[in-house]
């Protein structure tokens, strides 16, 4: 068998399954992965404390599957020379037979004065600094957060804040910190649909988090929010949780993409105008096979990354290719000192709730989006393999 030159652009949880997958079904294939940092970050726990610890090293996972670690950013593509151009002099470009395009995504900020100034937590290193920040806030009194985006993101983050500031050592005799979830929307978690909302709210009351729904920020800057008709927000510190769109590099390929500048790809994650490229992740819009979209989360990304390794491998080889389904969906949102709460469905019908669901969410975070290493290279290729209820 020729030694086919199939290249991964992305580490993330679709870069990485779909590099275990491509090498379960070539073998002999010469796979390299390009991503900036050696990193598989964590990025669903970045709201949780000590966010140093929320990434795995990626070469100790690559390495027993024989996949390359190509330490550098694509910043460009040929899909005529089939090349991937990168920003590092010695690698240069790479050829590609086939190439996954699994570069994920990066927060939205909102086209104000000030947004680049405010704290997010949408990379490790972002929520590091805002971690630093909140070690050096927690003993001010008084002291108001504002996290801006009430979405999926910033509920975890506002209703995990108080437990962040008592772990750095906010004395307990002090008033409870002020925090302020503000939103465009006029609801809480408005992406997360009617089913969960009554949980969330209760869990947003019982912790004392304010509202301020259904407004506009004009401007803000790390210690103001400034909002439509409205007195400005003094801080101490502002958050902005407002949501994801598609890393740059999936605007690079000539193709069609949708609003969040996802790559629209086929039923075998083909970015179809262009042969030789698949995308994955929050990088590529899918048909999930019952209707739905794909949605910028981690069961899709590591569903549509194995899928999508599996395909690139398939195609260099000449073999027919497997069909993207994931008609199973579930969302567990962490609520904090009230739990977690655990929908299944695409009407997220609210399953569990509390003390249980958080179990859950604890499983999810430590354990399901983790790779397993713990059994080598086997272990690792067993674990690519796709789901056989969710295999076309
Ligand atoms: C704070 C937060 C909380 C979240 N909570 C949840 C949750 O509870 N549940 C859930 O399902 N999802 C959640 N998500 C979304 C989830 O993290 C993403 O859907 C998931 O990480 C997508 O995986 P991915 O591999 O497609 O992309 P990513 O994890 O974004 O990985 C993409 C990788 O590609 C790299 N890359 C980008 N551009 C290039 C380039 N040009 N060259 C080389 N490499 C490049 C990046 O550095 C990154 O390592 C959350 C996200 C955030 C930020």
Redesign the pocket.
Same mark, same amino acid.
């Given at each position: 068998m020729s030694s086919v030159p199939i290249v991964i $652009?992305? +580490? +993330? =949880? @679709?870069?990485f399954w779909a590099a275990a997958a491509a090498r379960r079904v070539a073998p002999k294939a010469a796979i390299s992965l390009? *991503?900036?940092?050696d990193a598989l $970050?964590m990025?669903?726990r970045?709201?949780e404390a000590d966010p140093h610890t929320l990434a795995a090293p990626l070469r100790p996972l690559l390495q027993p599957l024989g996949v390359d670690l190509v330490l550098a950013? /694509?910043?460009g593509i040929d899909p005529a020379a089939r090349l991937v151009h990168t920003d590092d002099p010695t690698s240069a470009s790479l050829p590609y037979d086939q190439v996954v395009i /699994?570069? +994920? *995504?990066v927060m939205r900020r909102p086209a104000v004065p000030g947004a680049a100034d405010a704290y997010s937590?949408?990379t490790q290193a972002e929520a590091i600094e805002l971690d630093r920040a909140l070690a050096g806030l927690a003993g001010r009194d008084p002291l108001t957060i504002a996290v801006v985006g009430a979405g =999926?993101?910033g509920l975890?983050l506002a209703l995990e804040l108080p437990a962040r500031l008592a772990a750095h050592g906010r004395p307990s005799q002090l008033a409870p910190a002020r925090i302020v979830l503000i939103d465009r929307a006029p609801v809480l978690g408005a992406e997360l649909g009617e089913g969960p909302r009554p949980v969330i709210e209760d869990a947003v009351d019982r912790a004392g988090v304010e509202r301020r729904l259904g407004v506009t920020v004009t401007a803000l800057g790390r210690d103001v929010v400034h909002l439509e008709g409205g007195r400005p927000l003094s801080a101490d510190a502002v958050v902005l949780c407002t949501g994801l769109a598609a @890393?740059p =590099?999936a605007g690079l390929p000539d193709a069609r993409r949708d609003e969040a500048g996802r790559l629209e790809v086929d039923p075998y994650l083909r970015v179809s105008t262009q042969p030789g490229i698949f995308a /994955? +992740?929050? @990088?590529a819009a899918a048909d999930t096979g019952g209707g739905h979209r794909t949605l910028? *989360?981690?069961?899709h /990304?590591l569903q549509t990354?194995r899928v999508a390794g599996e395909n690139a491998a398939r195609a260099a080889l000449g073999l027919a290719l497997v069909t993207y389904r994931q008609p199973n969906y579930v969302t567990c949102l962490d609520l904090g000192a009230a739990g977690a709460v655990l929908t299944r469905g695409w009407d997220r019908e609210v399953v569990d709730a509390g003390g249980s669901a958080k179990q859950r969410k604890r499983t999810i975070n430590t354990s399901v989006i983790y790779p397993d290493a713990s059994h080598g290279a086997e272990g690792l290729l067993r674990q690519s393999r796709l789901d056989p209820a969710e295999r076309g």
């Open positions: $652009v992305g +580490g +993330g =949880f @679709a870069g390009l *991503s900036p940092l $970050v990025r669903p970045l709201y950013s /694509a910043n /699994a570069t +994920g *995504s937590i949408d =999926f993101t975890e @890393a =590099f /994955a +992740g929050d @990088a910028q *989360s981690c069961q /990304a990354g």
